[in-house]
């Protein structure tokens, strides 16, 4: 569609092509046929909102879906049970204190958000639990993109430059 805006498109390791929107939500190309996934109601068979920010795959074949204002979805690829993990707190969700998902990173049993103004987050998907960090960078805790230099040092890029971050520390 010519007036859809698109924001993000990744391919996992069998090929399927996974197309998220501003407004419409996911779209899924598997052996060339397309199929649409947008936002239903009960969360469960769907992205939690059409307007989709960022997407990651993990090792473990999850997808993860950055959901304007209703924070994260994951689905295992192959289902179709969505997990929301949501900026309010419930007892069955992750909490974290952000609704703008930015980028992802995955780091053994954790998987790093960046978010817009809200810093870094670390889901920790043994015990659903999420760390926040946030510094007192010159500008914001706007972290847009994470890149690993080495074992334990990330990149991230930030609404205040490039910062080496110590994942350790």
Avoid at 17 to 28: E, H, R, Y
Avoid at 61 to 76: A, I, P, R, T, Y
Wanted: charged letters at 15%; glycine letters at 8%.
């Amino acid at each position: 569609n010519s007036n859809e805006s698109y924001s993000n498109i990744i391919r996992d390791k069998d090929g399927r092509t996974f197309i998220t929107s501003m407004s419409t939500g996911l779209w899924i190309i598997d052996n060339g046929q397309v199929k649409h996934l947008p936002h239903q109601s009960n969360y469960t068979n769907a992205p939690a909102t059409n307007t989709i920010t960022s997407i990651f795959i993990d090792r473990s074949m999850n997808l993860w879906l950055g959901c304007d204002g209703f924070g994260l979805s994951k689905v295992h690829i192959g289902h179709e049970n969505f997990k929301l993990y949501q900026k309010n707190y419930q007892p069955q969700f992750a909490k974290f204190q952000t609704d703008f998902i930015k980028c992802f990173y995955e780091k053994d049993n954790t998987v790093w958000f960046g978010t817009h103004e809200g810093g870094l987050h670390i889901l920790d998907r043994n015990n659903n639990t999420v760390k926040v960090i946030k510094h007192n960078w010159p500008g914001s805790n706007v972290v847009a993109c994470i890149m690993p230099i080495s074992k334990d040092v990330l990149l991230l890029g930030t609404g205040a430059g490039v910062i080496k971050f110590n994942i350790q520390t």
